[in-house]
């Protein structure tokens, strides 16, 4: 199996790269390749002639996107549909990672997000994202969207973020009327990597780790799993304010996912795994 990665010094490109490590891989960071640039995707991709694309590239700095508007845009939907225009020309099969902020997630909070579910992005990093996906499905046939949130691996995330705070202060405020699902990186890649091999229907998939807490919840058990002795305290999304309004209910529906027979593992089996490389 020949596999372009793009964006490959990413987060989820770390788990990726090995997830995938027995099959002849081309690592492209932007240097290499800026998927911005529908030239030198197209040069590119017809010199190297992969059989897959798994596009980790993205502009994620979701604050920061609120005044960049054009620079998310270009990572977020022109370079995807770059992708998906070379892709189809070349009959490869492109696999792209999209999120829950396609999703407005005012929904009331006992219900879940389906694929289907209407697409209301309040955010630009939203707002984007839901562009790139539409430009995939538009001018692309062969695809795998796969939606995901609150990802952490090997890289800055909320997980490193509460140890490290954890084992410098007494007490951490954390939000606790946002609910979603934290989803390890390594997961992810094995998701793709099942949904590859076993070659389920083209489309989009949401994959998230199983089980549904707030953040103030998941810290809580970071803390208890990492043996860190650190109060957390319970604020709300008012009281947290960020540039980007974040979803409240971030839930997402993994029905389609395990009626295409796959099964993600639950968050605190993730953490637990994710920890114990963390501490080595
Ligand atoms: N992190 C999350 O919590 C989360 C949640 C939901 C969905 N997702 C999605 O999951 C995917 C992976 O996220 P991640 O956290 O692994 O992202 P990441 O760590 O920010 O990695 C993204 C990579 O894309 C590269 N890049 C930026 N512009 C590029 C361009 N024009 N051409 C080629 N590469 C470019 C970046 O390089 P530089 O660093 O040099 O700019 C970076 O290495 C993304 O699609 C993201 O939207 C992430």
Known sequence: MKILITGANGMLAYAVKNEFKDSELICTDVVELDITNLKNVQNFIKQHKPEYIINCAAYTAVDKAEEQFEVARQVNAIGPKNLAIVANEENIT???????????GDKNIN??????????????????????????????????????????????????TMIKLGKEKESVNVVCDQYGSPTYAVDLAKTIKEAITQKIPYGIYHTTNEGYI?????????????????????????????????????KLSKEKLKNAGIIMPNYEDALKRYLKEEMK
């Open 111 to 160: 219900e879940v997000y389906t694929e289907e579910e209407e697409k209301k992005p309040v955010t630009v990093y939203g707002i984007t994202k839901l562009e790139g996906e539409n430009e995939i499905a538009k001018n692309c046939s062969k695809y795998y969207i796969f939606r995901t949130a609150w990802l952490y691996g090997n890289g800055n995330n909320f997980v490193r």
């Open 94 to 104: 492109l696999v792209h990672i999209s999120t829950d902020y396609v999703f407005a």
């Open 214 to 250: 707030t953040w103030y919840e998941f810290a809580q058990k970071i803390f208890e799993q990492a043996n860190i002795k650190c109060e957390v305290k319970p604020v709300t999304s008012e009281e947290f304010e960020r540039p980007a309004k974040r979803p409240k209910n971030s």
